[in-house]
Structure formats: C-alpha cells, structure tokens
C-alpha cells in the first residue's frame, strides 16, 4: 500500500479533477506518477504545465521524449516508467520486446535519427554522470544544430526522471 493517500481520477473533484482531465484529453491514463502529485494540486499543476510544454515542443519528437523516460527510468531502476514507456514505446514505433530489452543495454542502438541519437545519448551521460560532461560533448550538439536552450531542457526533461522516480519510490508508489 502506497504511503500517501492519492486522487484517484474517478474521485477528483475541484483542481485536481481539471487537471486529470485535461490529461485524459492527450492520453488514455493519468498516470501513476501523475496521481502521486495530487496532494498537492499546486506541484500537481506545476507538473501538468511541464509535461505539457515538452509534448508542444516541436524540438523534440515525441519517440525522443519516450526514448529519454524509458532510458532515464532503466538508469535508476524506476520499474514502474519502464513498464508504461516501454508501452508508449511500442505504440509509438514498432519496436518488439527484445528490441527494448536490447536498447536497454545499449542505447546507441535507438532507432532516431542521429542528431536525436546524439542529445539521448547526451542527456543519459549527463544524468548518470553529470560531472563527465565536458565541452566537447556540448561543442558536438551545438555542430549538430542543438541550441543551449535544447540541451538545457532536454537534460531537465531525463533528470525529472530521477525526480520523479525518487518521489515513487519513497512513497511506495508501486505498492498500490
């Protein structure tokens, strides 16, 4: 059982209800981590406005995103994001179960093209090891015609990642 009392989505009423809706509008699900929030309609909120500026952002494909929410959850062992974007994964591409299990190992492997392929690999380095990241690494997105801007958000997108999955975790999220 989880540790905190969360909204369910058939029981939200006032904010929380609007922003579940508004969810349910762009995907089929609030999802877990998504509901982990409502406690707090204010964080709820902030969340919301982050996930929907990253869908609207036309610098980033949608299978990037998906890429760097699968990857980043694989990184830090946050099972249950690895699960649902392996799902949003699938539906978005057609990639088979060995072919995540497989880009799971080896993210090079990421069916993008190369300019995408190369921020992944980027925002992977700099969450796992953030103190690896050197001029070169942003010398090469910057050639590849990434801006500061991208690089920044990008990053911000896969350590929201950690974030969220550090909140999952220690509120035993999973156990619901």
């Not at 830090?76 to 392996?86: I, K």
């Given at each position: 059982?989880?540790?905190?009392?969360?909204?369910?989505?058939?029981?939200?009423?006032?904010?929380?209800?609007?922003?579940?809706?508004?969810?349910?509008?762009?995907?089929?699900?609030?999802?877990?981590?998504?509901?982990?929030?409502?406690?707090?309609?204010?964080?709820?909120?902030?969340?919301?406005?982050?996930?929907?500026y990253f869908l609207k952002n036309s610098s980033f494909s949608p299978l990037l995103l998906a890429h760097i929410r699968l990857l980043v959850a694989h990184q830090f062992d946050y099972r249950y994001c690895v699960a649902?974007?392996?799902?949003?994964?699938?539906?978005?591409?057609?990639?088979?179960?060995?072919?995540?299990?497989?880009?799971?190992?080896?993210?090079?492997?990421?069916?993008?093209?190369?300019?995408?392929?190369?921020?992944?690999?980027?925002?992977?380095?700099?969450?796992?090891?953030?103190?690896?990241?050197?001029?070169?690494?942003?010398?090469?997105?910057?050639?590849?015609?990434?801006?500061?801007?991208?690089?920044?958000?990008?990053?911000?997108?896969?350590?929201?990642?950690?974030?969220?999955?550090?909140?999952?975790?220690?509120?035993?999220?999973?156990?619901?």
């Amino acid at each position: 059982m989880a540790l905190i009392q969360t909204i369910d989505p058939k029981e939200a009423t006032g904010p929380v209800k609007e922003i579940y809706d508004k969810m349910l509008k762009v995907a089929p699900v609030v999802p877990k981590p998504l509901q982990m929030m409502s406690p707090s309609p204010e964080l709820l909120s902030i969340v919301f406005q982050s996930l929907t500026y990253f869908l609207k952002n036309s610098s980033f494909s949608p299978l990037l995103l998906a890429h760097i929410r699968l990857l980043v959850a694989h990184q830090f062992d946050y099972r249950y994001c690895v699960a649902f974007n392996t799902s949003v994964m699938q539906m978005l591409s057609d990639l088979t179960d060995d072919q995540i299990e497989q880009l799971k190992k080896d993210p090079s492997t990421a069916g993008l093209e190369d300019k995408e392929k190369q921020l992944l690999l980027f925002v992977l380095k700099a969450v796992d090891t953030p103190t690896a990241i050197g001029d070169t690494d942003v010398s090469t997105l910057r050639k590849m015609g990434w801006t500061d801007q991208e690089m920044v958000e990008a990053t911000h997108y896969g350590a929201d990642m950690v974030r969220h999955g550090i909140l999952f975790k220690a509120f035993k999220m999973d156990e619901v």
